[in-house]
């Protein structure tokens, strides 16, 4: 039971930094995408035209290779994402190290650290929320 009261609560978390990142809909969007499964679920939602860059983990689908890559995910050098000029970044929580995952909250643009959810039910949630970013 705390296990889901604490997934809500992180989720409630990620809506309240959509809403205040107030970012629209619009070609403006910078995304970079660190973490394989989340550029996945950003190509199921059809928003792949806001992705400016990815890590090396994206392979799939095979379009998200033909991006930027800023390094792998789990040894990212921050130059490679601020050279990019993102106004959002979407982190995995095996994302590091820490040092940059530390810095990158630093920079000026909005940022997720989204944690691996082991059960469908989650996994559903997680998407549900980054849809809510863009109302799709």
Do not use: C, W
């Amino acid at each position: 039971m705390l296990f889901y009261i604490l997934i809500t609560f992180s989720l409630s978390t990620l809506y309240s930094t959509i809403a205040r990142a107030n970012i629209s809909s619009s070609h403006e969007n910078r995304i970079i995408s660190l973490g394989g499964s989340i550029t996945e679920i950003i190509y199921a939602l059809n928003q792949e035209k806001y992705l400016v860059g990815v890590d090396s983990s994206s392979i799939y689908p095979q379009q998200a290779m033909q991006l930027p890559q800023v390094g792998y995910y789990r040894a990212l050098p921050i130059e490679g994402i601020i050279s990019l000029n993102p106004n959002m970044v979407l982190v995995s929580e095996q994302a590091g190290p820490k040092k940059t995952i530390d810095n990158l909250k630093k920079f000026n643009g909005t940022y997720f650290h989204l944690y691996r959810l082991p059960t469908p039910l989650l996994l559903k949630l997680s998407i549900l929320a980054l849809s809510k970013f863009h109302n799709y």
